[in-house]
């Protein structure tokens, strides 16, 4: 099983920016679509973007669309989440998830959490001034 690991989340103010880092222990990330989720407390996980294997497919929430980046580092065996006009609407706790042989990176994936196959422990973003 993969197993992804976040960093990079903390706290700022509306307006900044902050980039996400999703990385693979001793997996390469390059075999698996992944895609980023936030939830906040008391609702479901939601889709934030996601990216196919050959970072030449992304996709974005609506209210991801213009503010944020997916990419890929292969080297580095990253996937990376550039996050920037941050919104206090943007807090919460971002997760990565690979997907299985049946994610593609198509919109309508990002809608349903559950069908993603592993997930990292998460990491905390606060937009607050």
């Known amino acids: 099983q993969v197993q992804l690991v976040e960093s990079g989340g903390g706290l700022v103010q509306p307006g900044g920016s902050l980039r996400l880092s999703c990385t693979a222990s001793g997996f390469t990330l390059d075999y698996y679509v992944i895609a980023w989720f936030r939830q906040v407390p008391g609702k479901e996980r939601e889709g934030v973007s996601c990216?196919?294997?050959?970072?030449?497919?992304?996709n974005y929430a609506d209210g991801a669309k213009g503010r944020f980046t997916i990419s890929r580092d292969k080297a580095e065996n990253t996937v990376y989440l550039q996050m920037n006009s941050l919104k206090p609407e943007d807090t919460g706790v971002y997760y990565c998830?690979?997907?299985?042989?049946?994610?593609?990176?198509?919109?309508?994936?990002?809608?349903?959490?559950?069908?993603?196959?592993?997930w990292g422990q998460g990491t905390q973003v606060t937009v607050s001034s």
């Open positions: 998830a690979a997907g299985t042989a049946r994610h593609w990176c198509y919109p309508e994936e990002l809608s349903y959490s559950a069908d993603w196959g592993s």
């Open positions: 990216v196919d294997e050959s970072g030449g497919r992304t």
